[in-house]
Structure formats: structure tokens, C-alpha cells
């Protein structure tokens, strides 16, 4: 609920600033506790948290460091609050110079913008935890002067007596006893404990709740850094970079330990479960933690090996191979013999692995984009041990993507390519096996996640992707999460295209209800109602009957796609096409024909039909007849959306 109040509480019995009520089902308790090093939560006393792990998923991962940005607490709990790493949030120390808040707000800002009736809370131990990081849109940001039983306290308050939605709550105790007495010592040992109980009121307060039984709660708990052995934290060691993330509750599997989930997954998971549809125009880093998913090359986790020649890594850490998944190869043939083992042509390593050459300090703790097990090619390392003469010239090879009968292919993967001497990087493509063709070239540093559109040519059924790098004794090269999705559809039986268009038209009334008009031929869907989640509204309909005929001799089979506009409104009003979804169906298929429909597409999900879609089709041999499609449609709308009449075009076309 819009409008913030900005207090300093010194004792629980202060007076706390009004909190409006909530009103959803869905709320969220995220717990942010400073300079915990994940080793000595797992091997404290701390039995509330270790509860919370046990009851749902736990992930640890490791911090960036410098030149990216030292591991302290204003970029550490930035990137937690965006979902979004220092490199777009701006912010690389305690000054927050350069902070893009405007551009990447914290969860509790982008829920107070989609549902402005939703209540949040921050209280925090750390004064810029509640005067910076969180906005004033926020409708309550406490500052408890680094007193985390007073933080507690009124987080306990606010969850007994109140009702928010959203909070987040921060503890600073732990940090301060790293930096008094190391993060190895007693004293330490004792702030973790104590921390641990701490929390263990606040979930008390939260269990005790009139309405617990009827909420859905997601409790999260995380860290901005770790801690040296000695004290202090900034640098690039793993005990400073230690982070984690605990999730439990809305669902969230039992008993999991992930390798695969990071600090800016937390802004997006309490955004899903809050009902907030992520934009992809946002630009998160962070996904929620439900739809992360492994790539091919997590799968090798299991396989990888100790150090060889990389003796800055200590023994008995697990982190490389040379195998390949199923499907993938690696291109050795240029490169020289000799060097170093573990960095001999590409390698599948981990970042636990691979920040540990050399100590640190060559810009590895960057690449966090990356997750669990990723692709690197590492001139400068392999550069470290003789071998032949000649440069570092390795190509990795992805398997045969299928392509047949698209007309697009989206490339997806991360990119963290760093340069400092003479090398190369180039993507190529190589269609049934052809000649392999340049997409891309990579000669000054980049770190980002690539999506590379390309037009696949008539009758390609394969495409193959190659990743070639070369180097003197310059950085590396990191890639991840290769994907590679076809899309549209090509032209099976040749000929000119067939269209037809259908318009869709709605009206958005003053009180947010919906209805639809027709407009010659046109669909009529009845007047949406508010969700029960009253995040949005919904209606629903049927796309008028496509009635498909083929009577070619040579029975090519046939294929129907639908895409629809953006919906405009008189006067300028208007809101994206992707908020059409559909479930195409077989009406009717003639006797011999074997048709089937296309797959289902929620409203808003990866564009919706805004994006090319197939509404059903024939295979060869079987399409010869007349067959009549047809689709459920659902059509979601913001709460916000402006009253007026709007129409979009959907377009039908059969090839």
C-alpha cells in the first residue's frame, strides 16, 4: 500500500509506525542475517534455522569479488533486494555512489507497483537496509540503530498484531562479531546462536498468527558476505564469499540442497509466490527458485575430478572434467600439447574450482551468471605449464538442435568472456552439418546472457552451435545454459501462405470489469471477474472455428499458427498481446487425417501468443481432407489496466 513510514526504533517498546493491513493469502518473511558464513551455520547451534533447511531448500553459493565488487554488505543485500547483480544495480560499496534503484527497485517497491494494496515491511538493524535499499514506497521501513533484539522485537510485533504481506528483516550481530573476533572464534559461534534465537521468536510470532492456518508463507533466509578466519570481509577469499540461500514453505521440496541457486534468485521467487508476473523487460538476473532448471552440464557434477596440476587448489575439492555430456564434443585439434591438465581445450569446472587458480584475483569471481557446472576455456591457466609451441585453439560443440519446419531459432547461453593479451572468441552455426557459419565474434569483454535470433533456412532440420576461442596467455572464456529453441513455423508443402485475420476486441469498464464486443468476425468473451488472488483480472472464451481443406495430390501435410497484436484502445491506452493465452483443440479431423493441436499457451507466458504459436496440424500422407481447429482463449489483465475499448488483431495462417 503506497506511502511510507520511515521510523528509528531503539527499544521493542517504542512506539512502531501504523502498518496497513494486508490483504493476501501469499505472504513472504525473508530473513537477512549478516556476515554468516554458510560453514558455521552448518556447524553451529542453530536449530531454528538448521529446521527451516531441513523443511525445504538449501543452497550455497559464492559471492563475486573484486574488480567486479568487494564482498561487502551495500552491493551484498542490493543484489538480494533487486534480483539483479552489482554490474546493473550500480552499487560496488558502502557509499551506494551509482546506485540504479530507479531502474532495478527492490521486491518490495515492484510488489507495492503491481498491487498497490499489498502491505510491506522492513526493519532493519542496518540503517541503510531501511533508508536506501528498500524505497519509500515501502509502507513501513523501521531502523533499529544495529540492535538486533529491538529488530526482532518488532518484526514479532508487527507479524503477532498486524498483517503484512511482504517483510524483510535484518540482523547485524553476526557481522559485528567477524569483525571483533574473526569468523573462527567463539565469540562468533556465540552470534550465531544467538541469532538463531532470535529468529526463532520471529517465527514463533509468525506460527502464533490467528491466520496462520489459512496463509501461504514462503520464509527465506540469507547472507550479504562471509568472513576471514581473523575478521573482516571485502576481499576475494571463499570464506568472504560464502553466501546462501534457505527457502521453505509455498511449496518448496523438503530436505533439498541445491548448487544451483544464487543471492539474486530471491527478489524473483518472492515476486512469483507474491502472484507479481515478472517482465522480462525487468532484466533480472534471478529466477524464481521453482523454475530453475539444470542444464546439460550440471549433469556432470558427479564425475568431476580433483586438481592435477593446479596446486592453489587445495585437495579434495572436486571441480573438473574433460568428459562431455551426452551430445556435446570438444575440438581439440589445433590445440598444442602440454600445459596445464585441467585446462587443456575447454572444460566443464565449477566456481568453487575455478576461482581457486592462482589464489584468486584474475577476475573468475565475476562470472555470475553461471551456475552449478559451466563451460570455461582458460588461456591464461592452461598457459602456465610448457607445452608445444602454438596457441590455446579449442572449439566446444553443442549436440544437433532440431529444427525442422521453423522458421526461427532463439540461442540462448551466458557469456562471460575477459580479456587481457591477444585471444579470440566466435560462435558459429552450423545447419545439417554444413559448413559452420559466424554469429557472433567476441574480441573486448562481455558479461551477460546472449539471446541470438536466427532465421532457419528452408528445409534445415539440425542445427549445431560451436564455441571457438583462441589465446596467448590472456583470460578466459565462461559459457552456461546453452539453449537453442526453434520457433514459427516453415513451409512443409511449398506454395504461398494462406491468412486470415479474426479480431479480438474488449472493453475495460470504469468498475475493472471486462467485456468483449464484435466487430464483424470477431470473438465474444464474457466480462472478466477479479482472480481470488485479486491480483489480476481473467476472462475466457473461443476463437471462432478455423476450418482447414487440403486437397493437394501430393498430401504434404499442413500446419496452422496463430499471432495477435497488442491490444490498443482509443486515445492510446493499450496493454501488451502476451496477455492472450490459449488451449488449441481438434474440432473436427476427416476420415484418413491425422491431425493434431498445437500445444497450450498461458496468458503471459513467454509472450503469450503475442509470439508465433501453432494452432493444430496434419503430418504428411494424413492431411489430405477438411479438419476444423479451434482454442480455448484466456485473456489476463493488470488490476491498473485503463477503462476503455480495446482491439487486437489475431492472425491465423496456413501453410
Do not use: C
Request: net charge negative; proline share 6%; glycine share 12%.
Amino acid at each position: 500500500m503506497a506511502g511510507a513510514a520511515l521510523a528509528a526504533s531503539s527499544a521493542a517498546a517504542d512506539a512502531l509506525p501504523s502498518l496497513p493491513g494486508g490483504t493476501k493469502k501469499a505472504k513472504t518473511l525473508v530473513i537477512g542475517i549478516d556476515g554468516l558464513r554458510f560453514d558455521k551455520l552448518q556447524s553451529g547451534d542453530a536449530p531454528n534455522l538448521k529446521a527451516l533447511m531441513a523443511g525445504g531448500v538449501t543452497a550455497s553459493s559464492n559471492l563475486y569479488a573484486q574488480p567486479f565488487a568487494p564482498t561487502v554488505s551495500g552491493p551484498g543485500w542490493s543484489t538480494v533486494a533487486t534480483g539483479v547483480w552489482p554490474d546493473k544495480h550500480g552499487v560496488h560499496d558502502n557509499s551506494f555512489a551509482g546506485s540504479r534503484y530507479d531502474a532495478y527497485p527492490d521486491f518490495a517497491t515492484r510488489l507495492e507497483s503491481a498491487q498497490p494494496a499489498a502491505s510491506t515491511l522492513v526493519v532493519g538493524a542496518w540503517e541503510p537496509i531501511s533508508s536506501t535499499i528498500f524505497s519509500p514506497k515501502v509502507d513501513v521501513r523501521v531502523a533499529t540503530g544495529e540492535n538486533d533484539d529491538v529488530a526482532a522485537a518488532n518484526t514479532a510485533q508487527y507479524l503477532s498484531t498486524g498483517n503484512p504481506d511482504v517483510t524483510f528483516m535484518h540482523l547485524d550481530a553476526v557481522d559485528g562479531a567477524g569483525h571483533n573476533n574473526g569468523g573462527a572464534g567463539a565469540e562468533y559461534a556465540k552470534a550465531v546462536k544467538e541469532a538463531d534465537t532470535r529468529v526463532g521468536k520471529v517465527l514463533d510470532a509468525l506460527r502464533a498468527r490467528p491466520t496462520y492456518a489459512q496463509e501461504d508463507w514462503l520464509v527465506m533466509v540469507t547472507t550479504d558476505h562471509g568472513h576471514t578466519d581473523s575478521g573482516g570481509h571485502g576481499g576475494d577469499t571463499p570464506q568472504e564469499r560464502q553466501t546462501f540461500v534457505i527457502a521453505n514453505g509455498a511449496g518448496m521440496p523438503t530436505g533439498t540442497v541445491r548448487n544451483d541457486v544464487r543471492l539474486v534468485d530471491i527478489a524473483p521467487t518472492v515476486l512469483k509466490h507474491e502472484g507479481v508476473r515478472i517482465d522480462p523487460a525487468w532484466g533480472l538476473d534471478g529466477q524464481p527458485i521453482d523454475e530453475i532448471k539444470p542444464d546439460a552440464f550440471d549433469s556432470l557434477r558427479p564425475i568431476l575430478s580433483e586438481r592435477v596440476d593446479e596446486s592453489a587448489i587445495p585437495a579434495g575439492v572436486k571441480g573438473f572434467t574433460h568428459t562431455t555430456p551426452q551430445g556435446w564434443s570438444i575440438d581439440n585439434a589445433a590445440m598444442p600439447t602440454g600445459g596445464v591438465t585441467e585446462w587443456r581445450g575447454w572444460s566443464f569446472t565449477t566456481d568453487e574450482f575455478f576461482t581457486r587458480t592462482e589464489g584468486g584475483g584474475q577476475a573468475r569471481e565475476g562470472n555470475v551468471r553461471s551456475r552449478n557446472v559451466f563451460a570455461v576455456a582458460d588461456s591464461d591457466e592452461w598457459d602456465d605449464k610448457a607445452h608445444a609451441a602454438g596457441q590455446f585453439d579449442s572449439t566446444l560443440v553443442s549436440p544437433a538442435y532440431p529444427v525442422e519446419g521453423k522458421a526461427k531459432a532463439e540461442l540462448s547461453y551466458v557469456s562471460d568472456y575477459q580479456v587481457d593479451g591477444p585471444q579470440t572468441g566466435d560462435v558459429y552455426v552450423s545447419w545439417d552439418g554444413g559448413a559452420p557459419k559466424l554469429l557472433k565474434s567476441y574480441r573486448a569483454n562481455v558479461n551477460q546472457v546472449e539471446h541470438l535470433t536466427l532465421d532457419v533456412p528452408a528445409g534445415a532440420k539440425t542445427a549445431q552451435i560451436r564455441f571457438r576461442y583462441t589465446g596467448t596467455n590472456s583470460r578466459f572464456w565462461a559459457v552456461d545454459q546453452v539453449s537453442l529453441t526453434a520457433s514459427g513455423t516453415g513451409n512443409p508443402g511449398g506454395g504461398d501462405p494462406l491468412a486470415g485475420t479474426q479480431i479480438i476486441t474488449t472493453t475495460v469498464k470504469n468498475t475493472g470489469a471486462l467485456t468483449m464486443t464484435v466487430d464483424g468476425t470477431a470473438v465474444t468473451l464474457p466480462s472478466p471477474e477479479l482472480t481470488p488472488a485479486g491480483d489480476r483480472l481473467a476472462t475466457s472464451g473461443a476463437l471462432n472455428p478455423v476450418q482447414v481443406t487440403d486437397l493437394r495430390t501430393a498430401d504434404p501435410g499442413w500446419n496452422v499458427s496463430g499471432q495477435v497484436t497488442d491490444f490498443t484502445a482509443e486515445g492510446g491506452a493499450s496493454f501488451d498481446g502476451s496477455a492472450l493465452g490459449w488451449t488449441p483443440k481438434v474440432v473436427k479431423a476427416g476420415d484418413g487425417q491425422q491431425v493434431s493441436a498445437g500445444q497450450p499457451v498461458a496468458p503471459a507466458a513467454d509472450g503469450g501468443v503475442k509470439t508465433a504459436r501453432t494452432l493444430g496440424g496434419a503430418v504428411a500422407g494424413h492431411g489430405r481432407g477438411t479438419a476444423v481447429l479451434g482454442a480455448d482463449l484466456g485473456l489476463n489483465l493488470a488490476t491498473t489496466t485503463a477503462p476503455g475499448t480495446y482491439s487486437a488483431t489475431l492472425t491465423v495462417t496456413a501453410i
